[in-house]
């Protein structure tokens, strides 16, 4: 169970703190971004993130509890079914606060709280830099066995270009002669 805080409470009685708190989640799990204070944003935090947390559980009992402090029974099915499954790999940390400029009305100190991206697991960089170590050792052994692997490939490019070069000549002759016999045709006419 997180601490109390210290200070005021948001609103004014208890009561309304906790609706308020209530209605920032909801607003924060319907569109995944809201701009509030820094306070808010703040006290906000534990709230979404303890939700967020009985999604990926996903049992009956967490999603009864998620009702209770989220009223709108589309955005807790959102909860579970697309914003709990992003997270399934994170341990924790599923929002982040980013701090903004002053409101301009009262010089509030504002704040965008957002819901992070999905945690992308990093495929290990060891196993790259020993098969760059394995096609390195074998070039360097075929260098040194006198295979010259490079001019193979070179090699067989030359063969074939000076076949389709004789192809496109051959075409080019046809296409020579019908224009030709064209002429001749016209001539006779």
């Given amino acids: 169970m997180p601490t109390p805080t210290k200070g005021p409470r948001l609103g004014g009685s208890p009561a309304h703190e906790r609706l308020m708190l209530a209605n920032l989640a909801t607003s924060l799990f319907k569109h995944g971004r809201i701009t509030t204070t820094e306070t808010k944003a703040k006290r906000l935090r534990p709230l979404a993130e303890q939700l967020i947390t009985k999604a990926k559980r996903g049992d009956l009992h967490a999603r009864r509890q998620a009702l209770a402090v989220v009223r709108d029974k589309d955005v807790v099915f959102q909860l579970f079914d697309q914003i709990a499954p992003r997270f399934h790999n994170r341990p924790g940390g599923y929002t982040r606060i980013v701090k903004t400029g002053p409101r301009k ?85």
């Fill in 105 to 189: 009305g009262d010089a509030a100190p504002m704040a965008i709280i957002e819901l992070v991206e999905e945690l992308e697991v990093a495929a290990a960089p060891a196993p790259r830099k020993a098969a760059a170590r394995k096609a390195a050792k074998a070039d360097s052994i075929a260098v040194l066995a006198g295979e010259d692997t490079d001019e193979a490939p070179a090699a067989a490019a030359a063969d074939s270009a000076p076949a389709s070069a004789s192809a496109s000549d051959a075409s080019d002759d046809d296409a020579a002669a019908s224009a030709e016999s064209d002429e001749d045709g016209e001539k006779k006419a």
